[in-house]
């Protein structure tokens, strides 16, 4: 059955920067987009971006661009998610999620970030 | 920025129905946004529901159904259960970009 799995959780100071990455399994990685979705603490959620695995292009909201990298790697079906100049405010459950014709189906089991000085 | 508003909760009664909306700023909601919802209960990710306004997913409980309503995506639970107690968030896809409504708070009560 299709499986995204991700990597451990991550503690870092204000400033510095995480990546997270996502596993996929039992489907063509590259026939598909990943999405990113995080969830703060009590909050909502929200998209950060997407890329395509077919031929990496990307999409993000004004919000995250420049501080967000997307990217994946055909070979092992592996999508990355990189946030950099952290805050407090980025302390959230990052998920990523297979989305390709505007329908997001598999979820990751989540990341957990916090940043603490 | 757009925003997509969601009521913030609701209360239904066991074998009830209810419907939750999800309206977008920029306008009435369309087909071409694409609407998916999504269920989440404590501690766990969210589980898709719907997608492409009215699309269910293979697991999708045969009593939830998704709809374009007055200008609003809409996702009508039907014969509710106690185990629909759970957030709801809708998608949008407007502007070139992904985004999620505050989500619902159903109370099955």
């Known amino acids: 059955q299709v499986q995204l799995v991700q990597s451990g959780a991550e503690v870092r100071k204000p400033g510095a920067s995480v990546k997270v990455s996502c596993k996929a399994s039992a489907y063509t990685f590259s026939n598909y987009g990943i999405s990113w979705v995080r969830q703060a603490p009590g909050q909502g959620l929200e998209w950060m971006g997407w890329?395509?695995?077919?031929?990496?292009?990307?999409n993000y909201p004004q919000k995250f661009q420049g501080r967000l990298s997307v990217t994946t790697d055909t070979y092992t079906s592996t999508a990355y998610m990189e946030l950099r100049d952290l805050i407090s405010d980025d302390t959230a459950l990052y998920y990523c999620?297979?989305?390709?014709?505007?329908?997001?189906?598999?979820w990751g089991q989540g990341t957990l970030v916090t940043v603490s000085s | 920025q757009t925003v997509v508003t969601q009521e913030p909760s609701l209360t239904v009664s066991p074998g009830g129905t209810v419907t939750l909306t999800c309206a977008s700023s920029t306008g009435a909601v369309t087909s071409g946004y694409y609407p998916n919802w999504f269920q989440q209960k404590p501690g766990h990710a969210p589980r898709p529901l719907i997608y492409r306004s009215s699309n269910k997913h293979p697991w999708t409980p045969a009593r939830f159904s998704g709809s374009i309503l007055g200008g609003k995506a809409a996702l009508t639970l039907s014969a509710v259960q106690p185990e629909d107690e759970a957030d709801y968030y809708c998608?949008?896809?407007?502007?070139?970009?992904?985004?999620f409504g505050g989500g619902t708070k159903l109370t099955v009560l």
């Open positions: 998608l949008l896809f407007q502007g070139g970009v992904w985004v």
């Open positions: 890329i395509s695995a077919y031929d990496g292009d990307t």
């Open positions: 999620v297979r989305d390709y014709n505007y329908i997001m189906d598999y």
